[in-house]
C-alpha cells in the first residue's frame, strides 16, 4: 500500500538479569518484533471493492501517483529525538510482567493512537517519537505501561487486584517522576514527552466507568502548558518556517479541543489566531495529525474565545455580530471545496488528501453547530440546527468505519452534533450503526465515552430521564457531564 513507506518491522530487545543476594548471577535477552504492516480496511457497502485479481503494480503505481498529486511533507514533524531513526532494538531492562505490558502498548496500543499521522507518515510516530522516548525517557516508559495495563484490563476485561496494581503502580511512577524531573527543572522536552503522554493516551484505553484514582487531564495540562512556555515552542511555532515541533502540534490539538470541553478561551488562541492571519506560515501540522485542516482548527479555537467572553457577560448585540462574523470566516474556509468524496479509489487505496478533506468538512459543520449554539434562545429543534445536524450525517458517511477506519479520531465531532440531534434525526441511528461496526472498540477510549454520554443526553432531551417522563427540552452535554461527575477529554 505505501511503496514510499514501505512496511517494516520494529525488533523490541529486552534484557533481564537475575541477582542473589546482591551478586548477579543469570543475563537474559529476548528480542520481540512487532511488523507495521496492517491491512487495508475491508470495502464499506459504499466503497469501491479492494482488488482482486488486479496485480499490485497498478496499485503501487496509483499511490505513487496519489502521493505525487498530494504533495504531502513527509518531513513535516520535529520529533525532539534527533534525525529519523534507523535502529530497530530498543533495549529496556524489565521484568516478565513488565515486559508482557511494553509488548502489549507496541502491538496493541500503539497502532491505534495516531491513526491519521499513520497514513500521511508511514510509522514516523512511531521511529521518530515513541519508541525512542521509551530507550531514554524512564517518566515516559512508565506513562506507556501503565497505559497498556488500562488497556488490557478493558479489552481483555482482565478484572483483579494484580492488574489494578500494575496500573497505579506504573501511574504513580510516573507522577513521581515527573514532580521529581519538574523539581530539577531540567530535561523540559522529556517531561513534555510523558506529560502529554498521559494526557492523550488516555483518549486510547480504558472505560467511562473506571474507578481508579487519577489526576484530571487538565491538571496535567496545566503543567504541559508551563513547559511549552518553557521551551518556547508557542514562540517558534510563530517564527520559524523549518520543521513543526511535534509536541507543540500535540499540545494545540489538545488545547484547542479541550477548551470546547471545558468552555473556556484556549490557552494558545493568540498564536492560533497568528497562524490564521499569516499568508505565509500557517501550518501547525494539525491536518497531518489529526486530519483537520488547520484554519478550521483555529477558528474552533476563536468560538470558544467568544463562548468565553459570553460567559463574562458580553451582551446578545455584540455577542451576535461575532457570531456572524465568525460564520463568515467558516464559510471562507469552504471555498474551492467539491464536497466529501469516496477517500478510496477504484483499487482500494486510501487518499490521506481525500480522507483529510471529508474530515474538515466534518469538523468544520461540527463548528457551525458548536457557534450557532451560543446564539441567545438556541435550540436543537431549530430548523438550522436540524439540518446542520443532517448534513454532518451525510459528511460522516465518507468516512470509513469499523475497526480499522477512523471513527475514534471524529470523537468531538460526535459530541457536538450528537449532543443537538433530536430524537428523529438519522444521526442516531446512523451512530448506531458506527457503535455495531466498531464493535468492542466502542466500549472504551474516548469514543466509548462519548457514547455512554450521549445516550446520557438524549435520554435527557428526550424526556426519558425526567420524572414520569416529561416533554423534550435542551439540556446541555456539560451538564449532563457535571451531574454525572465525570472529567472527560473528548478529542
Known sequence: MYPDYSP??????????????DIPTRRESTISTFSTYH???????????????????????????????????TNLFDFSHGPPSTVRQVAIELDEGDQRLLDHFIADVLPTVFPILET??????????????????????????????????ATMNIQGEQIDNDIMRHRYATISELCEALNRDTDHSSILEATLGMIFFQTS????????????????????????????LNRMVSESHDLIQ????????????????????????????????????SSLGLRE????????????????????????????????????????????TEIGDSGPKIPYNANGVLSPKQLSKNMTAAFRIAARIYLCSLVPGFTPSQASCVGLVSKLTQVLEFIPSGQLGFDRSLVWVYLIGGSVSTADSPFRGFFEERLSALGELANFGSFGRVACLLKEVWGHVDGRFSPGGGEAHYVSWRDVMQMKGWDFLLI
Open 246 to 281: 511535534f509536541n507543540m502540534t500535540l499540545t494545540a490539538w489538545i488545547d484547542i479541543l479541550g477548551s470546547t470541553i471545558q468552555g473556556r478561551a484556549p490557552t494558545f488562541a493568540h498564536t492560533y489566531r497568528e497562524k490564521h492571519l499569516s499568508s505565509t506560515n
Open 120 to 153: 500521511n507518515q508511514h510509522g514516523s510516530a512511531r521511529t521518530d517519537y515513541v519508541l525512542p522516548a521509551l530507550q531514554s525517557n524512564k517518566c515516559y516508559l512508565h506513562c506507556c505501561l501503565s497505559i497498556a495495563a488500562q488497556h488490557c484490563k
Open 8 to 21: 517494516y518491522e520494529v525488533d523490541v530487545k529486552t534484557e533481564r538479569q537475575m541477582f542473589v543476594n
Open 289 to 332: 495529525l489529526m486530519g483537520c485542516e488547520d484554519r478550521v482548527m483555529y477558528l474552533i479555537s476563536e468560538i470558544a474565545c467568544l463562548e468565553a467572553l459570553k460567559k463574562d457577560g458580553m451582551d446578545d448585540i455584540q455577542l451576535c455580530q461575532h457570531v456572524h462574523a465568525l460564520g463568515d470566516q467558516i464559510g471562507l
Open 205 to 232: 484505553v480504558g472505560r467511562y466507568d473506571d474507578s481508579l484514582p487519577d489526576i484530571p487531564w487538565h491538571q496535567h495540562f496545566q503543567a504541559a502548558i508551563s513547559l511549552v512556555q518553557k521551551l518556547e
Open 39 to 73: 491491512p487495508p480496511p475491508p470495502p464499506e457497502a459504499m466503497l469501491p471493492s479492494f482488488p482482486v485479481d488486479n496485480d499490485w503494480e497498478g496499485s503501487y503505481g496509483d499511490r505513487r501517483e496519489s502521493m505525487a498529486e498530494e504533495t504531502l511533507n
